[in-house]
């Protein structure tokens, strides 16, 4: 059993910052990759930002040079650094886990925590 836990979210102006961060627990043979999605109001969930085992990176195109996606494979946690943010980023941010070995590897996901950005 994994589980996944997410902190950090919360009310910012547009133009301010937060840090979202993601630990997981449980048994963990093996993260492959770890990832930050959002779901907005009536729309549907999307990647934000994923890093793979080996340090890769790869952002969604509309938060490139404004977030940063941090992992720690010994911790377990995933964090996303999210600066110059705007009233578009609202939504509910999920972190996400890819954990196993090879062939037997899951997703888990944790619940989600709340982003609002006022303009």
């Known amino acids: 059993q994994v589980q996944l836990v997410e902190s950090g979210g919360g009310l910012v102006q547009a133009g301010g910052s937060l840090r979202l961060s993601c630990a997981a627990s449980?048994?963990?043979?093996?993260?492959?990759?770890m990832a930050w999605y959002r779901q907005a109001p009536g729309k549907q969930r999307e990647l934000v930002a994923a890093?793979?085992?080996?340090?890769?990176?790869n952002y969604a195109d509309s938060v490139k040079g404004r977030f940063t996606i941090s992992g720690d494979n010994a911790k377990n946690t995933v964090a996303l650094q999210m600066n110059s943010l705007e009233p578009e980023d609202t939504a509910v941010y999920h972190c996400?886990?890819?954990?196993?070995?090879?062939?037997?590897?899951?997703?888990?996901w944790g619940q989600g925590t709340q982003v609002t950005v006022s303009s």
């Open positions: 449980g048994s963990i043979v093996r993260i492959n990759t």
């Open positions: 996400n886990m890819n954990i196993g070995r090879l062939l037997s590897a899951l997703d888990y």
């Open positions: 890093i793979t085992r080996g340090g890769s990176t």
